[in-house]
């Protein structure tokens, strides 16, 4: 357990710190799961800059439905049933819905947030 833990931190390499302009106190920053291509692979919400994450607006994902078919797959952020491509009245752009979770971008970021 310890060897596969080990390899994969070799792998993945250090994570953000506190100290690293990556991450904020009190935010962690979460991986991506493998899921996303990682050349479309945005952050997690935690890693986005201060400024950015300071105006976030909520982002509560209430359901998701996640189908093979783009033209099926939907979730509720904030009571408000979004598709792929939708924005939320608070200007939350839905720009993929993966199995896991979602691709958000908002004010030209692009960020990842599990269901």
């Known amino acids: 357990m310890i060897e596969t833990l080990l390899s994969m931190a070799r792998k993945t390499g250090p994570s953000p710190t506190a100290a690293s302009p990556e991450a904020e106190p009190g ?9 996303i291509d990682r050349e479309e692979s945005p952050p997690g919400v935690a890693a986005l800059p201060a400024a950015v994450f300071a105006e976030l607006p909520e982002r509560r994902i209430m359901a998701h439905v996640y189908r093979p078919d783009p033209e099926r ?8 049933k979004l598709r792929e491509g939708d924005s939320s009245r608070a200007g939350l752009v839905i720009e993929k819905i993966l199995p896991g979770g979602v691709i958000f971008g908002f004010r030209g970021h692009r960020f990842y947030m599990p269901r």
């Not at 797959?73 to 408000?80: E, G, K």
């Open 73 to 80: 797959r939907f979730v509720v952020v904030n009571s408000q």
């Open 27 to 35: 935010r962690s920053v979460k991986p991506v799961p493998a899921e």
